[in-house]
């Protein structure tokens, strides 16, 4: 299996513009979670989705951000419009729902707000 | 609510043994995680306790105590590949499936 599947890898843009994160789980996997990770507060749960289904959206931190997950096996997080201090390492991760917790993170989209 | 608490740093030479402590606080316990994360890389899973005691893979071993809402990761004959992030996760609060992070322990081994 390759993983799971984030793009891009690197996005910059300029404030107010929108941006589209893409992730594929990996094949069979039935929960899926998306992360932010930056040095001020670490690797934050965003959403998560177990069965396509969102279960938990708490950790959204505004209005501006929106997920979906239209199939098995296709993800995408989109903020807009898009501020400097959304700027981070937004990373995708994919597991069993039954699980021993073991996540398989994808390489994470670098993400720029300038 | 729920927290984790880790050192930020630890510093140690290659070869040595070395130590990374994990407190918990969570509304509900459903067992201990641990990542690595390279500079630049994604977290990689490591291991899992759900039960009491210690668990060994390879050279790297995890313990966990519920009494004590503690758990740590062993890592011994280390090596230089081995400097890099380490986390505990559990979940809590926001379903049993949904993993919260430690702010991550930074392992520097040194020649």
């Known amino acids: 299996d390759a993983g799971v599947i984030q793009s891009p890898r690197h996005e910059v843009t300029e404030m107010g513009q929108e941006v589209t994160l893409r992730c594929k789980p990996i094949s069979g996997h039935n929960s899926l979670f998306w992360y932010r990770q930056t040095m001020m507060r670490g690797l934050e749960l965003l959403i998560y989705f177990n069965n396509n289904v969102p279960i938990d959206d708490s950790g959204m931190p505004e209005d501006r951000f929106s997920a979906k997950m239209p199939n098995a096996s296709f993800s995408t997080l989109k903020i807009q419009p898009s501020e400097p201090r959304d700027s981070a390492v937004y990373f995708c991760a994919s597991s069993y729902f039954d699980s021993d917790y073991g996540y398989t993170f994808g390489s994470g989209t670098r993400l720029t707000v300038v | ?111």
Not at chain 2, 18 to 42: E, K, M, R
Not at chain 2, 65 to 77: A, F, K, N, V
Not at chain 2, 80 to 108: E, H, I, N, W
């Open chain 2, 1 to 111: 609510g729920q927290s984790l608490e880790q050192p930020s740093e630890v510093t140690a030479v290659e070869g040595a043994i070395v130590q990374i402590n994990c407190t918990y606080q969570t509304s509900g316990f459903y067992g201990l995680s641990w990542y690595q994360q390279h500079d630049g890389g994604a977290p990689t899973f490591l291991s899992y306790n759900a039960l009491d005691g210690l668990e060994e893979t390879g050279r790297f071993s995890s313990f966990l105590s519920r009494s004590d809402s503690y758990g740590y990761l062993l890592l011994q004959e280390l090596q230089m590949k081995d400097s890099a992030s380490y986390f505990c996760a559990a979940p809590g609060s926001r379903g049993r499936r949904a993993l919260t992070f430690g702010s991550g322990t930074r392992l520097q081994v040194q020649p």
